[in-house]
């Protein structure tokens, strides 16, 4: 009897302290890897507060030549799900962190969407700025290598991996979203329906402002000095017109003809991103009489940054 007293105080400590950590345990955030910040706002739209994100690409980063830092590869090891969605980097990339965290769940922001490839500007005038439509079929971590390879240069059929710019895209990547989550951690899957609801009605209000603000611009290009709204203007029936050929700086005759279509259509906002040099769209806007506007697509604010780039080309977009 005396040796039961003794281990009894023991036993007791060991069940008291699995009956303590374990809630703590199963309340743990799921731990999300996106590779852009606007996806970091979708995520934690869904998720609320069961989930811990961290967006690889940070503000100032070239999201052509970024690389994860060493102290983000580590963390990747701990995460549950990674959210790629077409950066050149993540293909390079995807072997070596799966080769460290084999359970890791990877899923595409893009699978189910129409995709448009990257467009160039013409070389002169007449040449098509027309868009170009695939759909994609999906593709996990097991999808074909050749998929996307990192580079500085666009290739021609290099998919634009900027879907966010489009809020009804956002919404179905929502639902992709809740569902990844939910198998993740069925726990909690009623919460993210709930949260993925309220969300997809703030992306439909959002819809909403920007078609008011753009009620009067059907139609209309505006200069981008990176092709990264090509999305946004296929959603809301404009023509995003790129100062860059394939990755770099215009010639001297492709940056004419850009000039003189500009001074035509009586464009006067040309649009720069801040991980890129505005020395050519300051070119382009001296020789117009126009200015140079900096709006970024990895903006974290994504409902506000996505109504500001409106404005901009509903209100500034031409004469």
């Known amino acids: 009897m005396a040796r039961s007293r003794l281990l009894a105080p023991p036993v007791w400590c060991f069940l008291l302290a699995t009956w303590l950590v374990a809630p703590a345990l199963a309340d743990d955030p799921v731990r999300v890897f996106v590779s852009v910040l606007p996806q970091k706002t979708f995520v934690e739209k869904v998720g609320g507060d069961h989930v811990q994100v961290e967006a690889l690409i940070r503000p100032g980063n070239d999201p052509h030549t970024f690389e994860p830092t060493p102290r983000q590869v580590v963390a990747l090891t701990e995460a549950a799900l990674f959210v790629r969605i077409g950066m050149p980097f993540e293909e390079a990339w995807m072997r070596r962190i799966l080769a460290t965290n084999p359970e890791l769940v990877v899923i595409d922001a893009r699978d189910g969407l129409p995709l448009r490839r990257l467009e160039a500007h013409a070389h002169g005038p ?52 809740r569902d990844a989550l939910s198998r993740i951690d069925p726990q909690r899957a009623a919460d993210y329906a709930v949260n993925q609801r309220a969300f997809a009605a703030e992306l439909e209000a959002l819809d909403r402002a920007i078609r008011t603000e753009l009620a009067d611009a059907a139609g209309r290009r505006f200069l981008v000095y990176h092709p990264a709204w090509g999305y946004f203007a296929d959603t809301y029936g404009l ?80 004469r």
């Not at 117009?288 to 996505?306: C, F």
Request: no cysteine.
């Open 126 to 177: 007449g040449e098509d700025h027309g868009h170009d439509h695939e759909h994609h079929h999906g593709h996990d971590h097991h999808a074909d290598p050749d998929h996307e390879t990192a580079h500085q240069s666009h290739d021609p059929d290099e998919l634009d991996p900027h879907i966010w710019t489009s809020p009804p895209l956002v919404k179905a990547m929502s639902e992709q979203l």
């Open 239 to 318: 023509v995003q017109v790129p100062i860059e050929y394939q990755g770099k700086e215009p010639g001297a005759r492709s940056l004419a003809a850009l000039i003189d279509q500009a001074r035509t259509e009586g464009v006067q906002v040309v649009f720069v991103q801040p991980q890129f040099s505005p020395k050519a769209a300051e070119q382009v806007a001296r020789a117009i009489g126009g200015r140079v506007e900096s709006i970024d697509p990895l903006a974290a604010d994504y409902a506000e940054n996505l109504l500001r780039v409106a404005r901009l080309i509903g209100s500034a977009g031409t």
